[in-house]
């Protein structure tokens, strides 16, 4: 039984004050509502300036805090960068791997985003892994096609044992801040499809212990019809991540559509 998981990547929004101010008001609704024994594991990605802060609020609760990125290296001269002791050292548990902005701003290719993997999961990180394909990549039908090269390529340099310690995040890129997410059937289907890779490199049945979430317009009216999907383990929230109240609909919503199947 996999653990569902609900996954906030605030991207560049939020002050230390105001990230202060969310994790006030986050903590007090779920431990209002179950808060140890809250079955859905929460993660919530800030900026790098409000780790710190964060991790010393949720220190001993059960809410983890995750980087947005990091470089492969421990130390030296990367003007810019963070490294996994660094993100360790601050009380990070996650890092997210490989997001399409990063790979579409910051030209970020599949041997970088290995790298990343490699050296998140060397340091007792667990990386959040994201792939996706672009709209133009559906309209052509290569979904299938670009999610499995991504999945084969991000995580070659990984070993079998590894693959409880990672998530994929499927994010179709075309469904990310658009307010249009992707039908569940369909991001069932290419979940399904990323499973089947994973079993194809690691062995038969490897995928049973890996966590895969959907993400791309997540929210609190939506979510139910995801999580209802026994291969969708949770979801990377951007947008209504945000909101306190809004967040934690979406990991309650969660509880209530896993506690279903
Ligand atoms: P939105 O939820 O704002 O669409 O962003 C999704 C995302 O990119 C999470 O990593």
Not at 127 to 146: A, M, Q
Request: include cysteine; charge should be negative; charged fraction near 25%.
């Amino acid at each position: 039984m996999r653990t569902p998981l609900i996954a906030a990547n605030w991207k560049m929004n939020k002050t230390i004050g105001e990230a202060l101010s969310f994790a006030g008001t986050f903590l007090d609704i779920l431990y209002s509502q179950g808060g140890e024994s809250f079955p859905v594991e929460i993660v919530i990605c800030p900026p790098f300036t409000a780790v710190p802060a964060l991790c010393a609020t949720f220190a001993g609760k059960n809410v983890a805090v995750g980087g947005q990125n990091l470089y492969w290296e421990e130390k030296g001269a990367f003007t810019g960068e963070i490294s996994p002791v660094m993100l360790r050292d601050a009380g990070c548990k996650y890092v997210i791997v490989g997001h399409s902005e990063r790979r579409r701003l910051f030209a970020e290719n599949d041997e970088m985003v290995a790298k990343k993997v490699r050296s998140a999961l060397d340091h007792g990180l667990r990386p959040i892994v994201c792939v996706g394909e672009t709209l133009e990549e559906r309209d052509e039908g290569r979904t299938f096609e670009v999610c499995e090269g991504q999945v084969r390529k991000d995580l070659s340099l990984v070993k079998a044992q590894e693959i409880p310690s990672i998530v994929i995040a499927y994010e179709p890129v075309w469904a990310i801040g658009t307010g249009k997410e992707a039908r569940p059937d369909d991001a069932g289907e290419v979940i399904v499809h990323i499973r089947e890779t994973v079993n194809q490199v690691f062995g038969p049945g490897t995928s049973q212990n890996l966590r895969v979430l959907y993400g791309g317009s997540v929210k609190s009216s939506n979510i139910r019809q995801f999580m209802l999907k026994e291969e969708i383990d949770g979801a990377l929230v951007g947008g209504a991540s945000l909101d306190p109240e809004e967040f934690f609909k979406i990991a309650l919503e969660s509880k209530k559509a896993k506690a279903k199947n």
